[in-house]
């Protein structure tokens, strides 16, 4: 049972709900799903939340739409009924959800914006992913588009898009073109960061309601901090160029 605390931090993070969905702003080191290591997880927090919250009895039906490492933050969609859950599977299936993360790396990629394409392995046994150029075998196509936002002395913000949903794929593919992101020692980067997280935030989702047909945009702030801040700061004064 949470208590009134967890209750209030629980609530101060949800970014979006209705009837079917709900979308919470994930920390770093948090769990989506339950796994071998038997710490909590988002989808155990939810249930008993919405339980609590609803006066239901028992745990509430929560499960996620899609998941994101667990070094990293952001925006994570879950959902509230079995419709809500195989309509939006369906979606992501089509390509359907438009999926927007910020990169904090430690080089600079070639061009100021363009697309990473390639073939990635999964290694269960390392929980690793190797991207290659040319498929072999059983590997799976991966696709991103990226655009440079910004950058300070030492390090580069990146506007990642998914076109490809696969394992640690941003990660990956950013660290394959010699950008590592920062923090993520297993994809080369030089350090790491206290915490344990890496610098991959999962800042947005765009899609058509899959029952109402509403057209839905979710945005996750990103984690506390000078470099995030100086991130926002970059992003928000581009926005204001623009107008």
Same mark, same amino acid.
């Given at each position: =049972? /949470?208590?009134?605390? +967890? ?24 769990? *989506? ?11 155990? *927090?939810?249930?008993?939340?919405? @339980? ?6 028992? /745990? #509430?039906?929560?499960? %996620? ?9 952001? #925006?994570? $969609? ?9 309509? =939006?599977?369906? =979606?992501?299936?089509?390509? @359907? ?5 910020? !990169? ?8 100021? +914006? ?13 929980? &690793? ?12 196509? *991966? ?5 440079? $936002? ?21 990660? @990956? ?6 950008? #590592? ?7 080369? !980067? ?9 610098? /991959?935030? !999962? ?18 702030? %990103? %984690? #506390?901090?000078?470099?995030?801040? /100086? ?11 623009? &107008?």
């Amino acid at each position: =049972m /949470l208590g009134t605390r +967890e209750m209030r931090e629980v609530r101060d993070r949800i970014v979006y709900e209705d009837n079917h969905f709900i979308c919470i702003n994930k920390r770093v080191g948090e769990l *989506v799903q339950g796994d071998a290591t038997g710490d909590r997880s988002l989808v155990s *927090v939810l249930q008993e939340y919405i @339980a609590q919250r609803d006066g239901k009895r028992g /745990l #509430a039906f929560v499960q %996620p739409v899609h998941r994101i490492d667990r070094p990293v933050s952001g #925006a994570v $969609l879950f959902a509230k009924t079995s419709k809500g859950l195989s309509r =939006m599977n369906e =979606m992501l299936r089509r390509h @359907a959800v438009r999926r927007i993360y910020w !990169a904090v790396t430690e080089a600079q990629l070639p061009e100021l +914006e363009g697309e990473l394409r390639g073939y990635a392995q999964r290694d269960s046994a390392r929980n &690793k992913t190797y991207v290659r150029e040319s498929s072999h075998g059983r590997d799976k196509e *991966v696709e991103l588009r990226y655009r440079m $936002l910004g950058a300070s002395d030492k390090y580069y913000l990146y506007e990642v898009e998914l076109h490809t949903g696969r394992h640690h794929q941003i990660r @990956a593919q950013l660290a394959k073109a010699g950008a #590592a992101i920062r923090g993520d020692l297993k994809y080369g !980067a030089r350090r790491s960061i206290a915490g344990g997280g890496i610098d /991959l935030h !999962a800042r947005s989702l765009d899609f058509e309601h899959p029952v109402s047909k509403a057209q839905i945009s979710i945005q996750a702030s %990103p %984690p #506390a901090g000078p470099l995030w801040d /100086l991130c926002v700061s970059v992003v928000q004064g581009e926005k204001g160029r623009e &107008k």
